[in-house]
């Protein structure tokens, strides 16, 4: 027995060492003391000139709950908010824990979540989702910092309402956003993009037909990094949601499609897929990159007898893992693969995010607002968090290269390892 001992002692230990290196919630990740005044969840961050924007968002402390309908068991949140926060991150140098405050704007016109926002220079409109009653929401809503007010300039004709959507602006031409995808009524996933144009000033608002997507796709983001528009993930009907989608896309942004809606005939083009199957999740762009954040996926059923099926709120896997894309890498013959990053410190989907700067700083900050967390069989529902997260993309990339030189020299030490425990078995 002693040998086997040994021998299983030498493999633990170099199994350990090749196992450094994975997220544990310490390194680029950290908490904020400072928390959103209520928790939310399914609301919009975003970054407008000098802070960041929340805006709507379920706002139930039991976030979507396990509840009985006409048509069977669904999930569904039970109060939805029409707040809407500003908050600017601070610290007082690097080597110090973010802080900030949240300052209460005034009331959105209508509660909603579920939505989507387009963020321009000097205004930010609320597009689509859902209010309390499930119904899809016409109005879109503009927030403008000068005059600290909410107005209504437009609402979305019948065929253009969505939930669960993607939007973004156009980086290049001030006043075009693109609403992408998401769930009609019926909850049936969309291909559709629309180009939405707000006059100068935004009180007028055009519609155009963009480029379809390759694929129905909702639950959603979207990120913008040099010039194209990154989608991936999300669920569909056409699966019965039963898995979400691992596959991206992207679509070079030009002057053309900005004012004709895509008539260059150059549309949505498939890269690298995702590692991981991911819907409610996030993206965000920074230094030519791509971070997919969180999100749910779902546990594979398939062939499970009805009687041994688990829940439904079992079913949901939320994530903790974060991947990024760099277009620029070449990693087999001129394409760029998703790689892994550090994990979160915690599960968490249905969140908001959005990218951060600081002067005099080469890399930058995403930072990561609510959200739900893993099913709780107790509430039967899964909890809204209140909590703010920051993630160092210097110290996650570092990170990363240091985990890779960590693997390469633990897979030598384990052919070592091999070698010493077939020695031990020996004696």
Not at 201 to 211: E, N
Not at 323 to 340: C, F, K, L, T
Not at 366 to 379: L, N, R, S
Request: aromatic residues 10%; hydrophobic residues 40%; negative net charge.
């Amino acid at each position: 027995m002693v040998r086997y001992a040994r021998a299983a002692s030498f493999l633990y230990a170099i199994a350990m060492v090749a196992g450094e290196g994975d997220g544990d919630g310490g390194g680029p990740w950290s908490y904020l003391e400072t928390t959103i005044p209520v928790p939310l969840s399914d609301m919009t961050v975003d970054r407008l000139g000098d802070r960041i924007i929340i805006a709507g968002g379920c706002d139930s402390p039991m976030g979507n709950e396990l509840l009985e309908f006409d048509w069977g068991e669904g999930f569904a949140c039970m109060s939805i908010s029409s707040k809407a926060y500003s908050f600017v991150p601070a610290r007082s140098s690097r080597d110090q824990p973010w802080s900030g405050e949240f300052v209460a704007l005034p009331d959105m016109p209508r509660p909603r979540y579920r939505h989507a926002s387009v963020a321009f220079s000097d205004y930010l409109c609320v597009i689509g989702g859902r209010d309390a009653l499930d119904a899809l929401i016409a109005e879109v809503d503009c927030y403008r910092p000068s005059t600290n007010e909410w107005t209504t300039p437009a609402s979305l004709p019948d065929g253009r309402l969505a939930s669960d959507l993607a939007a973004f602006a156009h980086p290049d031409v001030e006043g075009v956003g693109y609403m992408v995808g998401g769930f009609d009524e019926s909850y049936l996933a969309r291909d559709s993009v629309t180009v939405v144009t707000w006059s100068e000033g935004g009180t007028d608002v055009a519609y155009a037909d963009g480029p379809s997507l390759n694929g129905k796709r909702g639950d959603i983001d979207v990120a913008v990094v040099d010039g194209y528009a990154y989608v991936s993930g999300g669920y569909t009907h056409e699966n019965d949601y039963a898995m979400p989608k691992n596959s991206v896309e992207r679509l070079r942004l030009t002057l053309t499609n900005a004012t004709t809606g895509g008539g260059t005939g150059e549309g949505w083009k498939a890269i690298d897929s995702l590692n991981q199957e991911r819907g409610d999740k996030q993206l965000a762009g920074m230094n030519g990159r791509v971070y997919a954040i969180g999100g749910e996926t779902q546990v594979d059923v398939a062939g499970v007898p009805e009687s041994e099926l688990p829940g439904l709120g079992a079913r949901s896997e939320v994530l903790d893992t974060v991947e990024v894309y760099d277009p620029r890498e070449d990693v087999h013959a001129g394409m760029a693969e998703w790689r892994s990053l550090a994990t979160m410190p915690g599960q968490i989907f249905r969140f908001g995010a959005t990218d951060w700067r600081v002067e005099g700083e080469e890399e930058g900050y995403i930072f990561v607002f609510g959200g739900q967390v893993a099913y709780d069989e107790d509430c039967k529902c899964f909890r809204t968090s209140d909590r703010v997260l920051a993630f160092d993309v210097r110290r996650a990339e570092e990170a990363g290269a240091s985990s890779a030189s960590t693997i390469v020299d633990a897979a030598r030490a384990l052919s070592v390892a091999a070698v010493g425990a077939l020695f031990w078995l020996a004696l």
